[in-house]
């Protein structure tokens, strides 16, 4: 038994309200999610250096401890990452998107449609991606309260972000569709694609609400 036994429906703190339906859910892929958001690459780049240091300095036990202490980290971060993916659900709704996260403490996040002005599609490799929403008018959604399910560098305006997403454009498609099924007269934009990520968060507008 799990702490998410108790849900109704997958990802949902209760059952639908007549009207809505599910469109799209899906979880991170922990592979992408360690990579893009936890930067695993850069952090082992960062040991094999302090290693390399020790090497060409003569400071054998010091490099050793280099790459002692990056494997160790590493397999944090793999286990970090794979824990984020088994417990997250993200669901789109013709009314809302709720963020299901949390490892130790769980909580659903909802976010309704109405409430998103747009949706910055990041591209990664082999389809997957990332979908950062920025939502309208004032809310109580901290930074604290959604990392790592939150856009880098946007500390003041924090934007939840469906991180690491293995069908990141086919969810920021359904996501359009509600967006513009909710306001009728106004018609989503196209999401533009990007080139994979580069190290820091160049999200493409899209999916206006």
């Not at 409430?115 to 959604?141: C, E, M, P």
């Amino acid at each position: 038994m799990t702490e998410y036994d108790h849900e109704p429906i997958r990802g949902l703190p209760g059952d639908l309200p007549a009207g809505e339906r599910i469109l799209w859910q899906g979880s991170p892929e922990w592979r992408t999610f360690a990579r893009t958001a936890l930067h695993t690459r850069w952090i082992s780049a960062y040991f094999a250096a302090l290693a390399l240091l020790g090497l060409a300095s003569g400071k054998l036990i010091g490099a050793a401890a280099a790459v002692i202490g990056g494997a160790i980290t590493q397999g944090l971060l793999a286990l970090f990452a794979v824990l984020v993916a088994r417990t997250t659900v993200y669901t789109i709704t013709n009314r809302r998107v709720v963020l299901r996260v949390g490892i130790a403490l769980n909580k659903c996040i909802n976010l309704p449609l109405a409430l998103i002005g747009s949706a910055n599609l990041r591209n990664h490799q082999a389809g997957h991606g990332d979908i950062a929403l920025v939502l309208t008018g004032s809310h109580r959604l901290g930074l604290a309260m959604l990392w790592p399910h939150a856009r880098p560098w946007h500390l003041s305006k924090p934007q939840p972000m469906l991180r690491a997403l293995p069908d990141a454009q086919a969810a920021a498609a359904v996501l359009a569709s509600a967006c513009a099924a909710i306001v009728p007269h106004q018609v989503a934009a196209p999401l533009r694609t990007a080139k994979p990520a580069p190290a820091r968060d160049h999200g493409l507008q899209g999916a206006a609400a």
